[in-house]
């Protein structure tokens, strides 16, 4: 897995919306036979992205009631984002964390019933 430089991209996007606040950029307008693959891969991720977040949104049954500590940087990250999207980042966090428990259900009840405590 790639590590990402968060600090980096943290700062990175506050540019951004910056220069973008200041002046816009003129589209980029390519002939479809010129898209690589690069392109593809990075339309994927960002169709994706947008697939999580639209899901994020629509779930109405979490139960909020939890506070989850995380990185200064990667809130950053996720405030820009919500900011956008209209993203409610519980929401966000509880679909991403279902995922991930799901994915990874049987090491999850391994690691569970492997942990020695006296009254388990």
């Known amino acids: 897995m790639e590590k990402i430089d968060l600090k980096a991209l943290a700062r990175e996007l506050k540019e951004k919306?910056?220069?973008?606040a200041s002046k816009p950029e003129p589209p980029v307008i390519r002939?479809?036979?010129?898209?690589r693959k690069a392109d593809t891969a990075k339309y994927e991720r960002r169709r994706a992205l947008k697939s999580i977040i639209s899901s994020a949104n629509q779930r109405n049954d979490f139960d909020l009631r939890h506070h989850v500590?995380?990185?200064?940087e990667i809130y950053e990250i996720l405030r820009q984002i919500k900011t956008q999207t209209r993203l409610k980042l519980g929401n966000l966090a509880s679909v991403l964390f279902e995922e991930f428990i799901l994915e990874h259900k049987s090491e999850i009840i391994a690691l569970v019933k492997a942990k020695s405590n006296r009254l388990i």
Not at 17 to 20: D, L, P, S, V
Not at 31 to 35: D, F, G, L, Q, S
Not at 69 to 72: A, G, K, N, R, S
């Open 17 to 20: 919306a910056t220069t973008e």
């Open 31 to 35: 002939k479809p036979e010129t898209i």
């Open 69 to 72: 500590y995380i990185d200064t």
